[in-house]
């Protein structure tokens, strides 16, 4: 099991940039998958990136282009890179790690 906590979250206008981290318990070398998901108030949890063991990304079409995810294995972090922030972007994200590890949360508000 492992311990993921996030970071990174605050208040932005839209076309501005934020980067999220994921701090691990263990490296990050040893788990499958790191994802990305955010959820906002009455909406499902969405999907929004991907990273596997072997390098490979994944995006949702929503965030395709202008998000990045990546990680620093010295340091066992998991980073969300986010430009182009729009107001639809607004929602709690969270760090999830294989199989059903979670984050509690970090609030991204985009403003218009």
């Known amino acids: 099991q492992v311990q993921l906590a996030e970071s990174g979250g605050g208040l932005v206008q839209s076309g501005e940039s934020l980067r999220l981290a994921c701090g691990t318990s263990?490296?990050?070398?040893?788990?499958?998958?790191m994802a990305w998901y955010r959820q906002a108030p009455g909406n499902e949890r969405e999907w929004v990136a991907t990273i596997l063991r072997d390098g490979t990304r994944l995006y949702g079409d929503s965030v395709k282009g202008r998000f990045t995810i990546s990680r620093d294995n010295a340091k066992n972090m998991v980073y969300l890179q986010m430009n182009s922030l729009k107001p639809e972007d607004t929602a709690v994200y969270y760090c999830?790690?294989?199989?059903?590890?979670w984050g509690q949360g970090t609030q991204v508000t985009v403003s218009s």
């Open positions: 263990g490296s990050i070398l040893d788990i499958l998958v």
């Open positions: 999830k790690a294989s199989p059903n590890s």
